[in-house]
């Protein structure tokens, strides 16, 4: 949490993993606290880190105590981390096109955002696979 207030060029992984610790529970007496994770999650979305866009996305989606369900906000983070590379983001803001949830439906955008998933996740196979145990 300090790293995260401090700022810098790691502050923004940092305050991702308080926002874990937050919403699971570990940093309050496992008492999940999802307004506080939706805080630092904020934090290290705007600081570009993707999965806390992500994890954004899904809390707005979702709702929580405390945090309401707020579907133009999801799309908003959705859109982001897909910006950011996070395929889940991608198929997320694909999905709620599709469905028009939230959003006006908009099956272009749709297969736009799906296909963005698509190749976002060939790439990490291929990443993934290009790894040699030793090297």
């Avoid at 937050?22 to 999940?32: F, I, K, V």
């Avoid at 630092?40 to 989606?61: E, H, Q, R």
């Avoid at 395929?87 to 963005?116: H, T």
């Amino acid at each position: 949490m300090k790293s995260c207030e401090k700022g810098g060029k790691k502050s923004a992984n940092a305050c991702h993993s308080a926002g874990l610790l937050a919403q699971d529970g570990r940093a309050n007496n496992d008492q999940p606290d999802p307004v506080v994770a939706r805080d630092y999650y904020t934090k290290a979305c705007d600081g570009n880190f993707a999965p806390s866009c992500f994890n954004l996305s899904v809390i707005y989606l979702q709702g929580a105590p405390g945090v309401h369900k707020d579907m133009s906000r999801a799309l908003k983070y959705s859109l982001k981390g897909c910006e950011l590379g996070h395929v889940w983001a991608c198929a997320n803001a694909s999905r709620m096109y599709k469905l028009g949830d939230g959003v006006e439906k908009n099956d272009a955008k749709a297969e736009d955002l799906k296909n963005r998933a698509k190749q976002l996740h060939k790439e990490q196979k291929e990443a993934a696979s290009s790894l040699t145990f030793g090297e």
